[in-house]
Protein backbone atom coordinates (compact mmCIF):
# COMPACT_ATOMS: atom_id res chain seq x y z
CA UNK A 1 0.00 0.00 0.00
CA UNK A 2 1.27 3.40 -0.81
CA UNK A 3 1.66 6.24 2.10
CA UNK A 4 -0.12 9.35 0.96
CA UNK A 5 2.38 12.24 2.25
CA UNK A 6 0.88 13.97 5.08
CA UNK A 7 0.67 17.23 3.32
CA UNK A 8 -1.40 15.38 0.18
CA UNK A 9 -3.29 13.57 3.31
CA UNK A 10 -6.58 16.25 2.87
CA UNK A 11 -7.85 17.55 -0.15
CA UNK A 12 -7.82 21.10 -0.95
CA UNK A 13 -11.98 22.42 -1.27
CA UNK A 14 -13.41 20.54 -4.51
CA UNK A 15 -10.60 17.70 -5.26
CA UNK A 16 -13.29 15.17 -4.78
CA UNK A 17 -15.70 16.61 -7.46
CA UNK A 18 -12.83 17.52 -9.67
CA UNK A 19 -11.93 14.03 -9.16
CA UNK A 20 -14.92 12.31 -9.91
CA UNK A 21 -15.13 14.62 -13.00
CA UNK A 22 -11.76 13.67 -13.89
CA UNK A 23 -12.03 9.95 -13.71
CA UNK A 24 -15.78 10.38 -16.14
CA UNK A 25 -13.90 12.51 -18.50
CA UNK A 26 -11.22 9.70 -18.97
CA UNK A 27 -13.61 6.77 -19.16
CA UNK A 28 -15.56 8.35 -21.34
CA UNK A 29 -12.55 8.93 -23.70
CA UNK A 30 -11.23 5.40 -23.32
CA UNK A 31 -14.80 4.32 -24.61
CA UNK A 32 -15.08 6.23 -27.54
CA UNK A 33 -11.11 4.98 -28.42
CA UNK A 34 -12.90 1.49 -27.98
CA UNK A 35 -15.42 2.08 -29.91
CA UNK A 36 -13.53 3.84 -32.73
CA UNK A 37 -10.96 0.65 -32.72
CA UNK A 38 -13.97 -1.65 -32.73
CA UNK A 39 -15.69 0.35 -36.23
CA UNK A 40 -12.44 0.38 -37.68
CA UNK A 41 -12.18 -3.57 -37.08
CA UNK A 42 -15.97 -3.96 -38.29
CA UNK A 43 -15.29 -2.36 -41.57
CA UNK A 44 -11.74 -3.84 -41.80
CA UNK A 45 -13.29 -7.18 -41.81
CA UNK A 46 -16.52 -6.03 -43.83
CA UNK A 47 -13.61 -5.11 -46.54
CA UNK A 48 -11.41 -8.11 -47.07
CA UNK A 49 -14.84 -10.21 -47.03
CA UNK A 50 -16.18 -7.89 -50.10
CA UNK A 51 -13.14 -8.45 -51.45
CA UNK A 52 -12.57 -12.38 -51.48
CA UNK A 53 -16.26 -12.06 -52.43
CA UNK A 54 -15.53 -10.16 -55.49
CA UNK A 55 -12.10 -12.04 -56.51
CA UNK A 56 -13.94 -15.58 -56.12
CA UNK A 57 -16.31 -14.29 -58.48
CA UNK A 58 -14.73 -12.76 -60.67
CA UNK A 59 -11.58 -14.40 -61.18
CA UNK A 60 -12.72 -18.00 -60.46
CA UNK A 61 -10.94 -18.20 -56.92
CA UNK A 62 -12.05 -21.42 -55.42
CA UNK A 63 -12.59 -21.91 -51.61
CA UNK A 64 -8.47 -23.36 -50.96
CA UNK A 65 -7.65 -19.21 -51.79
CA UNK A 66 -9.55 -18.75 -47.70
CA UNK A 67 -6.52 -20.86 -46.51
CA UNK A 68 -3.66 -19.36 -48.03
CA UNK A 69 -5.05 -16.19 -46.93
CA UNK A 70 -5.14 -16.84 -43.84
CA UNK A 71 -1.60 -18.79 -43.58
CA UNK A 72 -0.13 -15.22 -45.53
CA UNK A 73 -1.68 -12.68 -43.56
CA UNK A 74 -0.80 -14.54 -40.16
CA UNK A 75 2.72 -14.43 -41.10
CA UNK A 76 2.43 -11.33 -42.21
CA UNK A 77 0.74 -9.97 -38.84
CA UNK A 78 1.88 -12.47 -35.82
CA UNK A 79 0.65 -10.43 -33.33
CA UNK A 80 -2.96 -9.85 -34.73
CA UNK A 81 -5.85 -12.22 -34.02
CA UNK A 82 -8.69 -13.03 -36.47
CA UNK A 83 -7.28 -14.34 -39.37
CA UNK A 84 -8.50 -17.65 -39.00
CA UNK A 85 -9.85 -19.58 -42.08
CA UNK A 86 -13.05 -19.66 -40.21
CA UNK A 87 -13.10 -15.83 -39.13
CA UNK A 88 -12.05 -14.97 -43.27
CA UNK A 89 -15.35 -17.19 -43.92
CA UNK A 90 -17.25 -15.18 -41.74
CA UNK A 91 -15.74 -11.85 -43.17
CA UNK A 92 -17.14 -13.66 -46.75
CA UNK A 93 -20.40 -14.09 -45.37
CA UNK A 94 -20.79 -10.78 -43.49
CA UNK A 95 -19.79 -9.12 -46.85
CA UNK A 96 -22.33 -11.00 -48.62
CA UNK A 97 -25.36 -10.10 -45.91
CA UNK A 98 -24.60 -6.84 -45.87
CA UNK A 99 -23.77 -5.45 -49.43
CA UNK A 100 -24.20 -2.01 -48.39
CA UNK A 101 -21.11 -0.20 -47.01
CA UNK A 102 -22.80 2.87 -45.52
CA UNK A 103 -25.36 0.55 -43.49
CA UNK A 104 -21.78 -1.06 -42.28
CA UNK A 105 -20.07 1.78 -41.65
CA UNK A 106 -22.72 3.84 -39.80
CA UNK A 107 -24.68 1.10 -37.68
CA UNK A 108 -23.21 -2.20 -37.25
CA UNK A 109 -19.93 -0.92 -36.86
CA UNK A 110 -21.25 0.12 -33.47
CA UNK A 111 -21.51 -3.75 -32.60
CA UNK A 112 -18.36 -5.89 -31.63
CA UNK A 113 -17.36 -8.51 -34.30
CA UNK A 114 -18.89 -11.40 -32.02
CA UNK A 115 -22.20 -9.52 -32.09
CA UNK A 116 -21.89 -9.46 -36.26
CA UNK A 117 -21.38 -13.67 -35.74
CA UNK A 118 -24.21 -14.28 -33.42
CA UNK A 119 -26.60 -12.00 -36.24
CA UNK A 120 -25.32 -13.94 -38.87
CA UNK A 121 -25.24 -17.06 -37.15
CA UNK A 122 -28.82 -17.22 -35.56
CA UNK A 123 -30.78 -14.68 -37.80
CA UNK A 124 -32.10 -16.12 -41.35
CA UNK A 125 -32.79 -12.92 -43.11
CA UNK A 126 -31.89 -9.30 -42.97
CA UNK A 127 -34.62 -7.61 -42.13
CA UNK A 128 -35.08 -9.34 -38.43
CA UNK A 129 -30.73 -8.80 -38.24
CA UNK A 130 -31.54 -5.32 -38.36
CA UNK A 131 -34.09 -5.26 -35.86
CA UNK A 132 -31.79 -7.17 -33.28
CA UNK A 133 -29.06 -5.19 -34.55
CA UNK A 134 -30.95 -2.04 -33.74
CA UNK A 135 -32.13 -3.26 -30.18
CA UNK A 136 -28.40 -4.40 -28.95
CA UNK A 137 -27.25 -0.87 -30.00
CA UNK A 138 -29.37 0.68 -28.49
CA UNK A 139 -29.83 -1.54 -24.75
CA UNK A 140 -25.83 -2.27 -25.04
CA UNK A 141 -26.57 -5.79 -25.04
CA UNK A 142 -23.50 -7.85 -24.62
CA UNK A 143 -23.43 -10.44 -27.42
CA UNK A 144 -24.50 -13.21 -24.12
CA UNK A 145 -27.45 -11.09 -23.82
CA UNK A 146 -28.01 -10.54 -27.54
CA UNK A 147 -28.50 -14.42 -27.63
CA UNK A 148 -30.40 -14.92 -25.66
CA UNK A 149 -33.11 -12.15 -26.69
CA UNK A 150 -32.88 -14.03 -30.47
CA UNK A 151 -33.14 -17.62 -28.92
CA UNK A 152 -36.01 -16.33 -26.61
CA UNK A 153 -37.80 -15.05 -30.07
CA UNK A 154 -37.87 -11.29 -28.73
CA UNK A 155 -39.63 -9.77 -31.88
CA UNK A 156 -42.01 -12.47 -32.44
CA UNK A 157 -43.12 -11.52 -28.65
CA UNK A 158 -42.93 -7.65 -28.86
CA UNK A 159 -45.79 -5.61 -29.26
CA UNK A 160 -48.19 -8.54 -29.75
CA UNK A 161 -50.36 -8.15 -25.84
CA UNK A 162 -53.62 -7.46 -25.66
CA UNK A 163 -54.23 -4.27 -23.86
CA UNK A 164 -56.63 -1.66 -24.56
CA UNK A 165 -53.66 1.25 -25.06
CA UNK A 166 -54.79 2.65 -28.35
CA UNK A 167 -58.02 3.81 -26.46
CA UNK A 168 -56.86 5.14 -22.99
CA UNK A 169 -53.74 6.40 -23.85
CA UNK A 170 -52.60 9.05 -26.37
CA UNK A 171 -50.62 8.50 -29.17
CA UNK A 172 -47.42 7.79 -29.62
CA UNK A 173 -47.52 7.18 -26.00
CA UNK A 174 -50.24 4.02 -26.63
CA UNK A 175 -47.38 2.82 -29.18
CA UNK A 176 -44.53 2.78 -27.25
CA UNK A 177 -46.51 1.20 -24.21
CA UNK A 178 -47.61 -1.59 -26.41
CA UNK A 179 -44.04 -1.74 -27.98
CA UNK A 180 -43.06 -2.12 -23.96
CA UNK A 181 -44.69 -5.27 -23.44
CA UNK A 182 -44.23 -9.35 -24.81
CA UNK A 183 -46.54 -12.20 -24.65
CA UNK A 184 -45.72 -14.47 -23.50
CA UNK A 185 -42.95 -13.75 -21.30
CA UNK A 186 -40.77 -16.51 -20.48
CA UNK A 187 -39.53 -17.38 -16.71
CA UNK A 188 -37.16 -20.15 -17.50
CA UNK A 189 -34.65 -18.85 -15.20
CA UNK A 190 -37.12 -19.12 -12.20
CA UNK A 191 -36.73 -23.21 -12.26
CA UNK A 192 -40.25 -23.41 -11.77
CA UNK A 193 -43.08 -25.91 -13.63
CA UNK A 194 -46.74 -25.12 -13.83
CA UNK A 195 -47.22 -26.20 -10.96
CA UNK A 196 -46.23 -23.46 -9.30
CA UNK A 197 -48.93 -21.44 -7.12
CA UNK A 198 -48.92 -17.20 -7.41
CA UNK A 199 -47.29 -16.47 -4.13
CA UNK A 200 -43.91 -19.10 -5.13
CA UNK A 201 -43.61 -17.66 -8.50
CA UNK A 202 -43.72 -13.77 -7.07
CA UNK A 203 -40.89 -14.77 -4.73
CA UNK A 204 -38.92 -16.06 -7.10
CA UNK A 205 -39.27 -13.11 -9.32
CA UNK A 206 -38.36 -10.99 -6.81
CA UNK A 207 -35.20 -13.53 -5.73
CA UNK A 208 -34.01 -13.26 -9.46
CA UNK A 209 -35.27 -9.36 -10.07
CA UNK A 210 -32.37 -9.25 -12.48
CA UNK A 211 -33.15 -11.70 -14.89
CA UNK A 212 -36.95 -10.33 -14.20
CA UNK A 213 -36.17 -7.07 -15.17
CA UNK A 214 -33.99 -8.52 -18.25
CA UNK A 215 -37.16 -9.82 -19.02
CA UNK A 216 -39.80 -7.14 -18.90
CA UNK A 217 -37.52 -4.87 -21.12
CA UNK A 218 -35.61 -1.92 -21.07
CA UNK A 219 -37.04 0.84 -18.83
CA UNK A 220 -38.73 -0.97 -15.93
CA UNK A 221 -37.20 0.36 -12.67
CA UNK A 222 -38.26 -2.05 -9.95
CA UNK A 223 -40.36 -0.15 -6.73
CA UNK A 224 -40.84 -3.05 -4.54
CA UNK A 225 -43.09 -6.31 -3.98
CA UNK A 226 -46.43 -6.62 -2.00
CA UNK A 227 -46.91 -2.67 -1.81
CA UNK A 228 -49.23 -1.53 0.84
CA UNK A 229 -52.11 0.80 -0.08
CA UNK A 230 -54.40 1.83 3.02
CA UNK A 231 -58.07 2.74 0.98
CA UNK A 232 -60.33 3.89 3.54
CA UNK A 233 -58.70 1.81 6.41
CA UNK A 234 -58.52 -1.04 4.85
CA UNK A 235 -55.10 -2.81 3.31
CA UNK A 236 -54.08 -4.18 0.11
CA UNK A 237 -51.39 -5.32 -1.68
CA UNK A 238 -49.76 -4.85 -4.72
CA UNK A 239 -48.10 -7.93 -6.24
CA UNK A 240 -45.42 -5.88 -8.27
CA UNK A 241 -44.93 -2.52 -8.51
CA UNK A 242 -42.86 -0.84 -11.03
CA UNK A 243 -41.98 2.05 -12.39
CA UNK A 244 -41.11 2.59 -16.44
CA UNK A 245 -38.64 5.52 -17.51
CA UNK A 246 -39.42 6.03 -20.73
CA UNK A 247 -43.24 6.05 -20.00
CA UNK A 248 -42.83 8.01 -17.14
CA UNK A 249 -45.51 5.96 -15.11
CA UNK A 250 -46.07 3.09 -12.28
CA UNK A 251 -46.64 -0.24 -13.78
CA UNK A 252 -48.96 -2.46 -11.46
CA UNK A 253 -47.96 -6.22 -12.22
CA UNK A 254 -50.46 -8.55 -10.78
CA UNK A 255 -49.83 -12.57 -11.51
CA UNK A 256 -52.10 -15.19 -11.60
CA UNK A 257 -51.40 -18.73 -11.23
CA UNK A 258 -54.47 -19.87 -13.39
CA UNK A 259 -56.16 -18.84 -16.68
CA UNK A 260 -57.21 -15.50 -17.27
CA UNK A 261 -60.66 -14.52 -15.98
CA UNK A 262 -62.58 -11.12 -17.07
CA UNK A 263 -63.17 -10.26 -12.77
CA UNK A 264 -59.21 -9.85 -12.35
CA UNK A 265 -59.18 -6.53 -14.12
CA UNK A 266 -61.83 -5.38 -11.91
CA UNK A 267 -58.86 -5.97 -8.65
CA UNK A 268 -56.39 -4.73 -10.78
CA UNK A 269 -58.68 -1.50 -11.95
CA UNK A 270 -58.77 -1.03 -8.16
CA UNK A 271 -55.00 -0.82 -7.47
CA UNK A 272 -54.34 1.48 -10.74
CA UNK A 273 -56.86 3.88 -9.09
CA UNK A 274 -55.04 3.47 -5.56
CA UNK A 275 -51.62 4.45 -7.20
CA UNK A 276 -53.45 7.08 -8.90
CA UNK A 277 -54.47 8.79 -5.89
CA UNK A 278 -51.92 7.55 -3.85
CA UNK A 279 -48.24 7.31 -5.32
CA UNK A 280 -48.00 9.05 -8.97
CA UNK A 281 -47.33 12.74 -9.22
CA UNK A 282 -48.48 15.59 -11.16
CA UNK A 283 -45.25 14.86 -13.48
CA UNK A 284 -46.16 11.33 -14.32
CA UNK A 285 -48.21 9.92 -16.71
CA UNK A 286 -51.27 7.20 -16.43
CA UNK A 287 -50.40 4.38 -14.35
CA UNK A 288 -50.61 0.85 -16.31
CA UNK A 289 -51.96 -2.05 -15.60
CA UNK A 290 -49.72 -5.39 -16.48
CA UNK A 291 -51.86 -8.94 -15.47
CA UNK A 292 -50.21 -11.66 -15.66
CA UNK A 293 -51.47 -15.29 -16.43
CA UNK A 294 -50.68 -18.61 -17.23
CA UNK A 295 -53.29 -19.00 -19.84
CA UNK A 296 -55.45 -16.68 -21.27
CA UNK A 297 -58.08 -16.75 -24.55
CA UNK A 298 -57.04 -14.11 -26.57
CA UNK A 299 -61.26 -12.92 -27.57
CA UNK A 300 -62.11 -13.22 -23.85
CA UNK A 301 -59.12 -10.88 -22.98
CA UNK A 302 -60.07 -8.12 -25.98
CA UNK A 303 -63.85 -8.04 -24.65
CA UNK A 304 -62.69 -7.99 -21.34
CA UNK A 305 -60.44 -4.82 -21.55
CA UNK A 306 -63.18 -3.67 -24.00
CA UNK A 307 -65.05 -0.70 -21.54
CA UNK A 308 -61.88 -0.11 -19.30
CA UNK A 309 -61.25 3.41 -19.54
CA UNK A 310 -57.73 2.91 -17.60
CA UNK A 311 -55.06 1.58 -19.66
CA UNK A 312 -53.98 -2.52 -19.04
CA UNK A 313 -52.56 -5.24 -20.42
CA UNK A 314 -53.35 -9.05 -20.14
CA UNK A 315 -49.95 -11.21 -21.03
CA UNK A 316 -49.38 -15.02 -20.26
CA UNK A 317 -45.99 -15.97 -18.91
CA UNK A 318 -44.24 -19.36 -19.62
CA UNK A 319 -42.15 -21.49 -16.95
CA UNK A 320 -39.54 -23.60 -17.42
CA UNK A 321 -41.33 -27.09 -18.74
CA UNK A 322 -42.81 -25.08 -21.69
CA UNK A 323 -39.37 -23.93 -23.18
CA UNK A 324 -38.04 -26.48 -25.31
CA UNK A 325 -35.19 -28.65 -23.55
CA UNK A 326 -32.59 -27.48 -26.92
CA UNK A 327 -32.82 -24.04 -26.08
CA UNK A 328 -32.58 -24.35 -22.23
CA UNK A 329 -29.20 -26.40 -22.76
CA UNK A 330 -28.22 -22.94 -25.15
CA UNK A 331 -29.34 -20.23 -23.13
CA UNK A 332 -26.62 -18.56 -21.01
CA UNK A 333 -26.68 -19.53 -16.98
CA UNK A 334 -28.00 -16.59 -14.68
CA UNK A 335 -24.39 -16.18 -13.74
CA UNK A 336 -23.39 -15.50 -17.58
CA UNK A 337 -26.49 -12.75 -17.62
CA UNK A 338 -25.59 -11.29 -14.60
CA UNK A 339 -21.55 -10.71 -15.63
CA UNK A 340 -22.75 -8.93 -18.78
CA UNK A 341 -25.53 -6.86 -17.23
CA UNK A 342 -22.44 -5.92 -15.06
CA UNK A 343 -20.63 -5.30 -18.00
CA UNK A 344 -18.07 -7.65 -18.02
CA UNK A 345 -17.21 -10.59 -20.71
CA UNK A 346 -16.41 -13.89 -20.30
CA UNK A 347 -13.13 -13.62 -18.83
CA UNK A 348 -14.19 -11.11 -16.39
CA UNK A 349 -12.81 -8.02 -17.95
CA UNK A 350 -14.28 -5.04 -18.50
CA UNK A 351 -16.50 -4.41 -21.50
CA UNK A 352 -15.99 -1.29 -23.38
Known sequence: MTDVPPALSTPPAGYTDWLAELKARIH??????????????????????????????????GAKVIDRLAADLRTAFPDMKGFSPRNLKYMRAFAEAWPGESFVQGVLAQLPWYHQLALLDKLPGPETRRWYAAQAIEH??????????????????????????????????????????????????????????????????????????LELGAGFAFVGRQVLLDVGGEEFFIDLLFYHLKLRCYVVVELKAGKFKPEHLGQLGFYLTAVDRQVRNEHDNPTIGLLLCKSRNKVVAEYALGDKSQPMGVVEYKLAQSLPAELQTNLPSIEQIERELAGMDDEGNRRA
Open 28 to 61: AAQQRAALAVNRELVLLYWQIGRDILGRQAEQGW
Open 140 to 213: NWSRNVLVMQIESRLLERSGIAVTNFPATLPAPHSDLARESLKDPYRFDFLGLTDEAQEREIEHALVRHVTEFL
